[in-house]
Structures are given as structure tokens and as C-alpha cells.
């Protein structure tokens, strides 16, 4: 079997940036070990200097499952989304890199399907969708749905990225391509995550899309503000103009 | 190529068959001056018909938050058994 056979060879970095995940990291652990028994894998948490003791628990995980397993690359303050998977990518030993949240609202239960998806197709990059038969949200109320469905029309009829969900930020890359791509990214939040995707889509990479569900934060607060939509709607201009 | 640039393009040459049909009069000249008010209108209508479908068959999935529940029980329940101390809440 030559799928098998790559998947032994195969190596996955997991990197979960975190900020304040005390509980969530552990339950989030957990799972990724639950869920993925047949692959080779390393998880990198990248923690942001949390006041609220989360390193402290990455380390009693590490006694558990193995320091070589769990990587706690941390920074001494709050940098930033981008330049945290930059910083969790010169850490990674593996070929394929997965990037989560940690809050619980990416299920650890879908990384089989990004990687055999990957397998099967031989794509760059695999991204977990919310829009399509199979996945789903939970947690919006009636604004917080009619503002993404918006955002997602304005962005597919200006941009025509070739995916459907563009905010998301489950997703799993070769490694040279994340590489090649978050170097020129700038964006910030959820922009972060669709200008990854669209330059991405542009440099002509392979882009396979999974079906992914998202369980809005069960342990602490999401927000989205009016200020988060002028942000987005800046974002893309933005890409509207340089992609 | 920029991605405005296509956009641009395409409007560039919606106005050029516009010009042409004002020019040939191939349809009344009254018709052809109000193209371009059906034409952002429909473009509206495309947009709002976008949304509306999709907030119709917005998927949602209530299961997986009872799922979620019981992951995070189970997940607990294995963490405090070796040892590691999360907090209750």
C-alpha cells in the first residue's frame, strides 16, 4: 500500500498558538492523542507568556506524553497570530504542518480526514470548511451568521479565491509551502487567515477542502465587533489590490 | 496579474459592449441608457439572494456541541488519573 507506506513516513507538527489556555490546552491534548493513534506527530504550543499558569500545564503534559511529543516553544509576551506559527514553524521537525486553535472550537477528531485527504490527493494544503454538507457552526446567533454569510459573498464575488470558507483556520500544510506563504502575509486576525489562503490559491498551489464543524468557544469569550467588519472589509481592499 | 486589475477589466469591457449597443441601436436607445441601473440592480439582487440562501441553509450542528460535553468529561477524567491539574472550570 503506497498510502501507508507515506503515512509512516510522513511527520505532522501540530502547532496550537495559546493565550490563557489552561484547561482548553489539556482537553485539546487529550484529543489530538485520542484521535491520532496511527500517525507520526509532534504537537508545538506556542504560548504567549499566559498569566494564568497554561505553561504550567503544558509541562505536567509533557511528563505524561513525552517530551519529544509535546513542544512548549513559548514567547515572553503577546506577539501576534502570524508570527507565532512563524516562531512554531522554525521549531517543527515534521513535512506537513497543521495549524489549531486551541479553544475547543477545532475538534482534534477531524485531523484524519485533513491527512488522508492529503494522501489522496497530494495537496499543498488542506483547509477545514465551515460552508459545505458534512461540516457546520454552533454557538452564532442570527447576527453573528448573517455577517459571515455577507462577508463570505462580498469575498467570493471580489476575490474568487477557489474555497469556501476563508476565515477559518483549521487547516494543514506542507511545510515548504506554509513557509513560502506567511512570509509575505501581513494581515492580522481573521484577515491573517484569508489572505493566507487567497495568496496561496494564487501562487497556484493545490488546495483541498475538508468539512469541519466549529463549536464557538465553550471556556472564555469570542467576540466580533463592529470593529472586526471594518477591519475585514480594509483586509479586502487590501487583497483586492496586491493578489 | 492583480486581482483589481481583472475586475477592472471586466467592467472596462461590460462598458465597451454597453457603448456598442448605444452606437448600433440595436435595441431602443431608451432601453440601452437604463442597462446599467438593471444592471447594479441584479447585481443587488445577486448579492442579497447570496446571503439569504445561505443563511437559510446555514449549517449547524447542535450534536457536536453535546459531543464536545462529553469529549471534555472523558478528556478530564484521564488528565486528573495521571495526574495533571486542570482546573474545574
Given at each position: 500500500?503506497?498510502?501507508?507506506h507515506?503515512?509512516?513516513?510522513?511527520?505532522?507538527?501540530?502547532?496550537?498558538?495559546?493565550?490563557?489556555?489552561?484547561?482548553?490546552?489539556?482537553?485539546?491534548?487529550?484529543?489530538?492523542?485520542?484521535?491520532?493513534?496511527d500517525?507520526?506527530?509532534?504537537?508545538?504550543?506556542?504560548?504567549?507568556?499566559?498569566?494564568?499558569?497554561?505553561?504550567?500545564?503544558?509541562?505536567?503534559?509533557?511528563?505524561?506524553?513525552?517530551?519529544?511529543?509535546?513542544?512548549?516553544?513559548?514567547r515572553?509576551?503577546?506577539?501576534?497570530?502570524?508570527?507565532?506559527?512563524?516562531?512554531?514553524?522554525?521549531?517543527?521537525?515534521?513535512?506537513?504542518?497543521?495549524?489549531?486553535?486551541?479553544?475547543?472550537?477545532?475538534?482534534?477528531k477531524?485531523?484524519p480526514?485533513?491527512?488522508?485527504?492529503?494522501?489522496?490527493?497530494?495537496?499543498?494544503?488542506?483547509?477545514?470548511?465551515?460552508?459545505?454538507?458534512?461540516?457546520?457552526?454552533?454557538?452564532?446567533?442570527?447576527?453573528?451568521k448573517?455577517?459571515?454569510?455577507?462577508?463570505?459573498?462580498?469575498?467570493?464575488t471580489?476575490?474568487?479565491?477557489?474555497?469556501s470558507?476563508?476565515?477559518?483556520?483549521?487547516r494543514?500544510?506542507?511545510?515548504?509551502?506554509?513557509?513560502?506563504?506567511?512570509?509575505?502575509?501581513?494581515?492580522?486576525?481573521?484577515?491573517?487567515?484569508?489572505?493566507?489562503?487567497?495568496?496561496?490559491?494564487?501562487?497556484?498551489?493545490?488546495?483541498?477542502?475538508?468539512?469541519?464543524?466549529?463549536?464557538?468557544?465553550?471556556?472564555?469569550?469570542?467576540?466580533?465587533?463592529?470593529?472586526?467588519?471594518?477591519?475585514?472589509?480594509?483586509?479586502?481592499?487590501?487583497?483586492?489590490?496586491?493578489? | 496579474?492583480?486581482?483589481?486589475?481583472?475586475?477592472?477589466?471586466?467592467?472596462?469591457?461590460?462598458?465597451?459592449?454597453?457603448?456598442?449597443?448605444?452606437?448600433t441601436?440595436?435595441?431602443?436607445?431608451?432601453?440601452?441608457?437604463?442597462?446599467p441601473?438593471?444592471?447594479?440592480?441584479?447585481?443587488?439582487?445577486?448579492?442579497?439572494?447570496?446571503?439569504?440562501?445561505g443563511?437559510?441553509n446555514?449549517?449547524?450542528?447542535?450534536?457536536?456541541?453535546?459531543?464536545?460535553?462529553?469529549?471534555?468529561?472523558e478528556?478530564?477524567?484521564?488528565?486528573?488519573?495521571?495526574?495533571?491539574?486542570?482546573?474545574?472550570?
Open positions: 500500500m503506497d498510502g501507508q507515506q503515512k509512516q513516513k510522513n511527520k505532522y507538527s501540530i502547532i496550537v498558538p495559546t493565550y490563557n489556555e489552561r484547561l482548553n490546552i489539556g482537553l485539546i491534548v487529550y484529543l489530538i492523542f485520542k484521535h491520532l493513534r500517525a507520526d506527530f509532534e504537537i508545538i504550543i506556542v504560548d504567549d507568556g499566559s498569566p494564568d499558569g497554561t505553561q504550567d500545564v503544558v509541562k505536567q503534559l509533557q511528563q505524561v506524553y513525552g517530551e519529544d511529543r509535546i513542544l512548549l516553544r513559548a515572553p509576551r503577546k506577539l501576534g497570530l502570524g508570527t507565532a506559527y512563524i516562531h512554531g514553524i522554525k521549531h517543527a521537525s515534521g513535512n506537513f504542518v497543521v495549524i489549531m486553535d486551541a479553544d475547543l472550537s477545532h475538534h482534534p477531524y485531523l480526514s485533513f491527512i488522508s485527504k492529503q494522501l489522496e490527493t497530494g495537496a499543498d494544503i488542506v483547509t477545514g470548511t465551515r460552508y459545505v454538507k458534512g461540516g457546520g457552526v454552533h454557538g452564532w446567533n442570527l447576527m453573528r448573517l455577517t459571515s454569510r455577507g462577508a463570505n459573498v462580498l469575498a467570493q471580489l476575490l474568487w479565491p477557489g474555497v470558507d476563508l476565515t477559518g483556520s483549521f494543514l500544510y506542507r511545510k515548504s509551502v506554509l513557509e513560502d506563504i506567511i512570509s509575505c502575509c501581513v494581515s492580522k486576525g481573521y484577515v491573517f487567515q484569508m489572505e493566507m489562503i487567497v495568496r496561496a490559491s494564487r501562487k497556484g498551489y493545490h488546495i483541498k477542502e475538508v468539512p469541519i464543524t466549529f463549536v464557538d468557544r465553550v471556556f472564555g469569550s469570542s467576540k466580533l465587533g463592529g470593529s472586526e467588519i471594518v477591519e475585514y472589509l480594509k483586509g479586502l481592499a487590501y487583497l483586492l489590490v496586491t493578489t | 496579474m492583480k486581482h483589481i486589475v481583472k475586475i477592472l477589466a471586466l467592467v472596462v469591457a461590460i462598458t465597451v459592449l454597453w457603448i456598442g449597443l448605444l452606437q441601436s440595436v435595441i431602443p436607445d431608451s432601453y440601452t441608457w437604463l442597462l441601473i438593471y444592471f447594479v440592480v441584479s447585481l443587488g439582487c445577486y448579492g442579497l439572494l447570496m446571503v439569504g440562501v443563511l437559510m446555514f449549517p449547524t450542528c447542535p450534536q457536536e456541541a453535546l459531543l464536545l460535553q462529553k469529549d471534555i468529561v478528556a478530564k477524567e484521564y488528565l486528573k488519573q495521571k495526574g495533571v491539574n486542570l482546573p474545574l472550570n
